[in-house]
């Protein structure tokens, strides 16, 4: 438990030492160091809770069991790889003379509050605690979208803050009648504490709690970026320094699915019906679709990307939403995957947007001539995420188009078709990207590609052979979300 | 059911909601943003003695807390934050022609019939208290949605934002006395900092389009053009 306060501890230093003192040379290194810190925290913790099982702290403030403790470790390693990345980017950002040093200082500051966030939302046992999380990272993001101050970057931020903020005000309305049905059972100082809740979930009034989750599902959905309230993720997404693309891609739109399953374990008790998985079956097919489709008509590359993070995660929804272990199994993995590959995509879209000077796709030209390293990167990342064998996606993917044939063999057909499209929106847009002449006068840049390599070595890996600890930790987080092991 | 036979408590915590009610109401129909400000502070108020009434009713010292954040961010901080905003971009004369008034009132109206009948479900569960004051809240939250939907000024839309939030406050104090301690206060630090964030924003809006209109923030499209 130790492991906990000390992992908010040093996030909650960072933020006050970037914001408190001033202006360092290696205020990078120093993000860098703190992020690997907590990596080392977070794998201490997941050996403990591996060995010893689920952890409830003693005043039951933070519950961490196989389902959040990958997620944590997930959250730390993205955080730190993509700090890597950060530091030279913004560096580079610096030099191009798009930020001051103040503002640098609130980058790192709000990196850090943005981790300390995301943290909170996955340990905490509260489920008020999780809301008041959630609206926290997007406060600590918001002034992150508008840090380069043009008039794209602000209408980007006031969409952001507007939208995900009346939305998740939606998700605080559905906690608040959790709270209502939980405190009939007396005890009302516990009645929003998961653990208890999980517990006696069967008692609770499945009338108010499915009421409840349309507004949970509504709010988190915002922050997960379902269709129709995706509108604020491309602006804030494109809009914003590209590190922070990576982490609110790779990061907050897991954990706010995190936070709808979790929601959803406790109706699912109450409920004894499948209300709660139709819904999310219901969302996650159109946003995937959806998404799919627009890919074709993006211009900017972040754009192009930030459609990709909807659809997929429009299929997680989805697979979660079918239940059963195959599906649960399968979303699990696919959350992983798309981490890793998504975030590892925008680390290379970053250097390559640096490289030609501009985000717009007509005018990225030949990468693999310029600076190999990135072409191929971009290339490789666009075949992982795009579901191509040997890549992990594939294999996600596959577990979830066989639970939904095994379940709902009437879906497999518009799965098979969405996944198309979306292959072929991809890469009419990349291939001219990569390949083709370089325009002249484009040089390459200093770029730091080991995070990427990382990245999408792991990604081959879990598609490959996924390794024994990892698949019995999907198994016992399995065999919490569903019920049913595998 | 009749409200003359409820007791003091009843009757009082009733009214109160209504009138919680109503403010959301006048809101929707002004154009003026001094008095739009005026009326969401005196929401704020109504929120406060709502409080107070209940922690003395209900013996919960910590309603007391919550009443004293609520005077503290929604009656006295945001609005004075605003209208100190409004007054600095000189655009308090400005009169906002709202357009279809009557439509977006009539829609009001029935957002409010629309939230009796989706919490319908919850009727054998509870007083008329709660009932009631869950309604109110949920088309509080509803009608919050429906005045930025209808307003086009920035600072209209905090309003909006922010009534939100007193509705959501309403729901958590009168049908459940309030959250646990923890919660109340992370929601009410949330709520300082996106109001603190509101007011950067404000800054950075006018020195990028030079007005506090959002319409005028159209540059970013799903299909791009």
Redesign the interface.
């Given at each position: 438990m130790i492991a906990v306060y000390l992992l908010l501890f040093l996030s909650v230093a960072g933020i006050a030492f970037f914001a408190l003192t001033g202006h360092h040379k290696d205020i990078g290194k120093l993000n860098t160091y703190i992020n690997a810190m907590n990596l080392a925290i977070t794998v201490w913790l997941a050996t403990t809770v591996y060995q010893h099982g689920t952890i409830l702290s003693e005043s039951k403030a933070f519950l961490i069991d196989s389902f959040n403790v990958y997620l944590i470790v997930l959250t730390a390693f993205v955080g730190f790889t993509t700090s890597l990345f950060s530091a030279p980017y913004m560096a580079h950002e610096i030099e191009l003379g798009k930020l001051t040093e103040g503002r640098l200082k609130l980058y790192y500051s709000m990196y850090q509050g943005f981790m300390l966030a995301m943290y909170l939302v996955l340990t905490t046992n509260n489920m008020g605690i999780m809301w008041v999380a959630m609206e926290g990272a997007t406060l600590a993001t918001v002034l992150l979208v508008s840090l380069y101050r043009t008039p794209e970057s602000i209408e980007a931020a006031w969409k952001y803050f507007i939208l995900c903020g009346v939305g998740i005000a939606q998700a605080l309305f559905g906690t608040i009648l959790l709270y209502y049905a939980a405190e009939k059972l007396g005890n009302p100082e516990n009645a929003l504490l998961w653990s208890v809740l999980h517990e006696e979930a069967a008692q609770l009034n499945p009338d108010i709690l499915k009421i409840s989750f349309v507004f949970l599902l509504i709010g988190y959905g915002t922050k997960i970026g379902l269709v129709p309230l995706h509108n604020w993720l491309p602006d804030a997404h494109s809009e914003g320094p590209t590190p922070m693309s990576a982490v609110l891609s790779g990061l907050l739109l897991n954990d706010a699915l995190y936070a709808v399953v979790r929601n959803k374990m406790l109706v699912d008790g109450a409920t004894q019906s499948h209300i709660a998985g139709y819904l999310m079956m219901g969302f996650g097919l159109v946003s995937f679709l959806v998404a799919a489709l627009f890919l074709h008509r993006q211009k900017d590359i972040k754009r192009l990307f930030s459609y990709s993070s909807i659809e997929h995660m429009g299929l997680m929804t989805f697979a979660f939403g079918i239940g059963g272990s195959l599906a649960t199994f399968a979303a699990l993995l696919h959350m992983t995957v798309h981490s890793l590959v998504k975030s590892a995509i925008f680390v290379t879209v970053g250097h390559a947007a640096q490289i030609a000077g501009t985000q717009k796709m007509a005018q990225i030209r030949g990468l693999i001539r310029t600076q190999p390293k990135v072409g191929w990167g971009l290339l490789i990342g666009t075949v992982a995420i795009a579901g191509f064998p040997p890549f992990g996606v594939f294999t996600s993917e596959f577990l979830v188009l066989l639970a939904t044939m095994r379940e709902y063999p009437w879906l497999t057909p518009l799965l098979l078709l969405g996944i198309g499209i979306a292959f072929s929106g991809l890469f009419r847009h990349i291939q001219p990207m990569v390949y083709g002449e370089k325009p002249e006068g484009q040089l390459p840049i200093k770029a730091n590609l080991i995070p990427v390599m990382v990245h999408l070595g792991f990604a081959l890996w879990l598609g490959l052979a996924i390794p024994h600890f990892l698949s019995d930790w999907f198994s016992q987080a399995t065999l919490l979300i569903s019920g049913s092991a595998l | 059911m009749n409200i003359e036979t409820q007791d003091f408590y009843t009757q009082a915590i009733l009214s109160m909601s209504a009138l919680v009610g109503l403010m959301s109401f006048l809101m929707l129909g002004q154009g003026r943003l001094p008095r739009l400000i005026f009326v969401f502070a005196m929401q704020g108020m109504l929120l406060t003695l709502t409080a107070i009434l209940a922690a003395s009713e209900l013996h919960s010292p910590h309603l007391y807390i919550s009443a004293f954040l609520t005077f503290a961010l929604k009656v006295v901080f945001i609005p004075v934050m605003l209208q100190k905003q409004v007054f600095a971009m000189n655009i308090h004369r400005d009169v906002e022609a709202l357009k279809n008034n009557t439509t977006v009132m009539l829609s009001g109206a029935s957002l409010m019939i629309f939230s009796y009948y989706?919490?319908q479900?919850?009727i054998h569960?509870s007083s008329m208290i709660?009932l009631n004051t869950?309604v109110v809240?949920?088309s509080v939250?509803l009608l919050?949605?429906l005045l930025?939907i209808s307003h086009r000024q920035?600072v209209a839309?905090v309003v909006g934002?922010m009534s939100?939030?007193n509705?959501?406050f309403f729901?958590?104090m009168a049908?459940?006395?309030g959250?646990?301690m923890?919660?109340e206060l992370?929601?009410a630090?949330?709520v300082l900092?996106?109001a603190v964030?509101?007011g950067?924003?404000f800054f950075?809006?006018r020195t990028?389009?030079d007005s506090l209109d959002?319409d005028m923030?159209?540059?970013?499209h799903?299909?791009?053009r």
């Open positions: - | 989706v919490l479900p919850i569960t709660m869950l809240s949920l939250v919050g949605l930025m920035a839309h934002f939100i939030e509705g959501l729901a958590a049908a459940t006395d959250m646990p923890v919660v992370g929601v630090f949330d900092v996106a964030l509101f950067i924003f950075h809006i990028s389009i959002v923030m159209n540059k970013l799903e299909v791009e």
